[in-house]
């Protein structure tokens, strides 16, 4: 700063400190792509350690689809190593579970912190999906391991630098493992004592609907409907698949109802399936000997979220269908509201429960045999949706020689009670809507913030 330098001088100091910081910055840059690599490196390193060298390794998820799609049904996974420092991926990861492909196996690399782990936290929501979060060099090898073992859907994995779990207060080692869940025990385990706030909000609303369910579903042992069992199951078979699609959990709390009271009126655990219709693989549907669908109703007639893609790829491969599925026999429950919009309306007829309506009439048309008559559940009676689900289950379990069974723990809680009673015994307008909406957990809003 001393010197005095000429307008040519300057210029070059200024290029040459450009040129300088310019190196400085490519050097950061390719430490940091090496790191990436290395990381992404030790991932794949681990899945071939697990599933073999000759392990069928994608870097993207588009890629890891189309290998899904061109291979063998029932053949070894397809693994998609990307990225789990970009929030972006998460939506990517949401729109390839609902392809439903058994044999693909995401692993999500993290590098930094504070990691997202929205995007395994909604993978529990599709079902029949395993999923973990490990950190690397800790115990990633029993997950890879579980991953690449289970067959009955899709598996996500969450793999953590040490680095990057250290730099997240709340980070969350765990599995997820819907097989256990069959067995009687927890689908999730904690590897520690300390779980992530938002996935706590997960688990207690699946314990939630677990609970109404129990709360109105026998628990006897399978001797007292044994008799009446064989008789149903010579309509339908010894397994039973329930398909639920439902934004508010009205659908689902419906399916695992059903699935309940098949295993305590005598079905193996093992032969009762339950999970949401994108979590099916609609190309198995003509092996399926009995179906029974729990289908709500979303915006205009539409499909829920979780259900859509199901939909979606039936109609796309009906032809495929055609003729061969006369040995799957299924019954329909739906699920809306007859007034949602505008009472005695031509487009509240019409688009009532029609995402029911609709798969109920394209699997008429392509063979498949009803069990028994469709029911549905309508928001306008006393009950809600109660009344018409309580009728019609009633003829489906008899049907099935599940009635026997009888509730156990607690007298039942009774007709649901309307609004204004409730406004009434509560002294208050029911409502937290603001509470749920800053909830970003669940991706919906509770049936009493319904009730401003």
Same mark, same amino acid.
């Given at each position: 700063?001393?010197?005095?330098?000429?307008?040519?001088?300057?210029?070059?100091?200024?290029?040459?400190?450009?040129?300088?910081?310019?190196?400085?910055?490519?050097?950061?840059?390719?430490?940091?792509?090496?790191?990436?690599?290395?990381?992404?490196?030790?991932?794949?390193?681990?899945?071939?350690?697990?599933? #073999?060298?000759?392990?069928? !390794?994608?870097?993207?998820?588009?890629?890891?689809?189309?290998?899904?799609?061109?291979?063998?049904?029932?053949?070894?996974?397809?693994?998609?190593?990307?990225?789990?420092?970009?929030?972006?991926?998460?939506?990517?990861?949401?729109?390839?579970?609902?392809?439903?492909?058994?044999?693909?196996? *995401?692993?999500?690399?993290?590098?930094?912190?504070?990691?997202?782990?929205?995007?395994?936290?909604?993978?529990?929501?599709?079902?029949?999906?395993? !999923?973990?979060?490990?950190?690397?060099? #800790?115990?990633?090898?029993?997950?890879?391991?579980?991953?690449?073992?289970?067959?009955?859907?899709?598996?996500?994995?969450?793999?953590?630098?040490?680095?990057?779990?250290?730099?997240?207060?709340?980070?969350?080692?765990?599995?997820?493992?819907?097989?256990?869940?069959?067995?009687?025990?927890?689908?999730?385990?904690?590897?520690?004592?300390?779980v992530r706030k938002e996935i706590q909000s997960f688990l207690a609303r699946e314990s939630l609907l677990t609970?109404?369910?129990?709360?109105?579903?026998?628990?006897?042992?399978?001797?007292?409907?044994?008799?009446?069992?064989?008789?149903?199951?010579?309509?339908?078979?010894?397994?039973?698949? *329930?398909?639920?699609?439902?934004?508010?959990?009205?659908?689902?709390?419906?399916?695992?109802?059903?699935?309940?009271?098949?295993?305590?009126?005598?079905?193996?655990?093992?032969?009762?399936?339950?999970?949401?219709?994108?979590?099916?693989?609609?190309?198995?549907?003509?092996?399926?000997?009995?179906? !029974?669908?729990? !289908?709500?109703?979303? #915006?205009k007639g539409e499909f829920p979220g979780n259900g859509r893609g199901f939909w979606e790829k039936l109609n796309?491969?009906?032809?495929?269908?055609?003729?061969?599925?006369?040995?799957?026999?299924?019954?329909?429950?739906?699920?809306?509201?007859?007034?949602?919009?505008?009472?005695?309306?031509?487009?509240?007829?019409?688009?009532?429960?029609?995402?029911?309506?609709?798969?109920?009439?394209?699997?008429?048309?392509?063979?498949?045999?009803?069990?028994?008559?469709? #029911?549905?559940?309508?928001?306008?009676?006393?009950?809600?949706?109660?009344?018409?689900?309580?009728?019609?289950?009633?003829?489906?379990?008899?049907?099935?020689?599940?009635?026997?069974?009888?509730?156990?723990?607690?007298?039942?809680?009774?007709?649901?009670k309307t609004d204004e009673v409730i406004k009434t015994e509560t002294k208050q307008l029911r409502g937290t809507?603001?509470?749920?909406?800053?909830?970003?957990?669940?991706?919906?809003?509770?049936?009493?913030?319904?009730?401003?």
């Open positions: 700063s001393s010197c005095r330098l000429g307008p040519r001088s300057r210029q070059q100091v200024l290029v040459l400190t450009a040129f300088f910081f310019g190196c400085l910055l490519c050097g950061f840059s390719a430490v940091a792509m090496a790191s990436a690599k290395e990381v992404q490196d030790k991932a794949v390193a681990g899945v071939r350690a697990v599933a #073999g060298a000759e392990a069928d !390794v994608r870097f993207s998820l588009s890629a890891a689809l189309s290998a899904c799609a061109s291979g063998p049904e029932d053949g070894p996974k397809v693994w998609a190593i990307i990225s789990g420092d970009d929030a972006s991926s998460a939506n990517s990861v949401l729109k390839a579970l609902g392809a439903g492909q058994k044999r693909l196996a *995401i692993v999500a690399v993290a590098t930094k912190g504070p990691i997202s782990q929205l995007q395994v936290l909604r993978a529990m929501e599709y079902g029949e999906v395993y !999923v973990a979060a490990a950190e690397l060099g #800790g115990k990633e090898k029993q997950a890879i391991t579980a991953a690449s073992e289970y067959a009955a859907g899709t598996s996500v994995l969450l793999l953590a630098t040490s680095e990057a779990a250290r730099a997240d207060s709340q980070w969350t080692a765990f599995t997820y493992d819907p097989r256990r869940e069959v067995a009687g025990g927890s689908a999730f385990v904690a590897d520690g004592a300390q609970l109404v369910a129990k709360r109105s579903l026998p628990c006897e042992s399978a001797d007292a409907g044994a008799g009446g069992l064989g008789e149903g199951l010579a309509d339908a078979s010894k397994t039973v698949t *329930i398909l639920y699609t439902s934004d508010t959990g009205h659908g689902e709390e419906c399916a695992k109802a059903v699935a309940r009271q098949c295993r305590n009126g005598g079905y193996a655990n093992s032969a009762v399936k339950c999970s949401t219709l994108d979590a099916f693989d609609v190309g198995a549907l003509s092996s399926e000997p009995l179906v !029974v669908f729990c !289908v709500a109703t979303a #915006g796309a491969r009906a032809s495929e269908f055609e003729g061969k599925l006369t040995d799957t026999k299924y019954c329909m429950f739906g699920l809306g509201d007859s007034h949602y919009w505008g009472k005695g309306t031509e487009d509240s007829r019409i688009n009532f429960a029609k995402p029911a309506r609709d798969l109920d009439e394209v699997l008429e048309k392509l063979g498949a045999q009803r069990l028994i008559p469709t #029911g549905f559940g309508d928001d306008q009676d006393v009950d809600q949706y109660h009344t018409g689900f309580g009728e019609w289950k009633s003829q489906l379990y008899s049907r099935l020689g599940v009635d026997k069974a009888t509730a156990s723990g607690g007298e039942d809680d009774g007709p649901v809507l603001k509470v749920a909406l800053d909830d970003i957990t669940t991706g919906q809003i509770p049936f009493h913030d319904t009730k401003l």
